[in-house]
């Protein structure tokens, strides 16, 4: 993929989240069951670093779970970080536990260097890697993910299935309407639009750029990024298949 076009994708889905952070942030304030899953699979001491972190709904259930060690997340959106933020503010952070935010960009080779810890128990990364482009640049965090772990360290996380429902897919859009030829782009790349409209207001349009694994896709990634796949599940939405889960052990 050209970097003009993995540079025009990623202005897409930027834009997106600082257009649409808040509203969106408010449709994503539950933890999704899967999550809660992987909750119960994950040890309760340990230092995590959480990719795409979004609004917090996560550190909230962390806290509340009791857990020890540390929590750090990372996300490139200063609007969903403040929700993140505000969500803590008041909350009593037991002694034990760490808690930390940091606005970065998960496509920038530099992001890892916003984390002061250099060695994680386990790295989550949900609903946020089906937002990178071309192979290469999701080969590049996987890379990155694998040197942030201590040997035999865990990374965990979802990805959209949108194929699965019917409403999601009924928001799929033509690549022209961005100017966008269908050759330009990689297998499994989809432009899906979102409305919003607050009571009294005219309805806005937003797009975002996603990408559909392939489970010969996920083989290669880990396989080339140093992990051995463990565990799947699907999980969430319409059907509980939105969401697929995946356990990977850094080897």
């Known amino acids: 993929m050209q970097a003009e076009v993995i540079q025009q994708l990623l202005d897409i889905n930027y834009q997106f989240y600082q257009t649409f952070g808040g509203a969106f942030a408010a449709t994503r304030r539950r933890v999704q069951p899967g999550i809660r899953k992987v909750m119960e699979l994950i ?13 917090g709904a996560l550190v909230q259930l962390w806290m509340q779970q009791g857990r020890r060690g540390g929590y750090h997340g990372l996300d490139f959106s200063a609007v969903l970080l403040q929700e993140a933020r505000n969500l803590l503010a008041g909350e009593e952070i037991h002694p034990g536990l760490e808690i930390q935010f940091t606005e970065a ?5 530099a992001w890892p260097a916003a984390v002061e810890r250099k060695k994680y128990d386990g790295v989550l990364c ?7 482009p071309a192979y290469k640049k999701r080969l590049q965090l996987v890379h990155q993910v694998r040197e942030l772990l201590v040997e035999g360290g865990i990374f965990i996380h979802s990805n959209w299935q949108f194929q699965h429902s019917p409403r999601l897919m009924a928001r799929v859009q033509s690549w022209s309407q961005i100017g966008l030829q269908a050759e330009c782009l990689e297998e499994g790349d989809t432009l899906l639009d979102w409305r919003y409209a607050l009571p009294g207001q005219s309805e806005q349009v937003g797009y975002r750029y996603v990408h559909r694994f392939s489970e010969d896709e996920f083989m290669l990634l880990a396989q080339e990024g140093g992990f051995e796949i463990k ?3 699907e999980s969430d939405g319409e059907g509980g298949r939105l969401g697929l889960y995946q356990i990977w052990q850094a080897v």
């Open 43 to 55: 040890p309760q001491n340990g230092y995590w670093l959480d990719l795409g972190c979004g609004s």
């Open 105 to 109: 960009d998960l496509l920038s080779p």
């Open 126 to 132: 949900f609903a946020a890697m089906h937002h990178i």
């Open 231 to 233: 565990d799947r599940f």
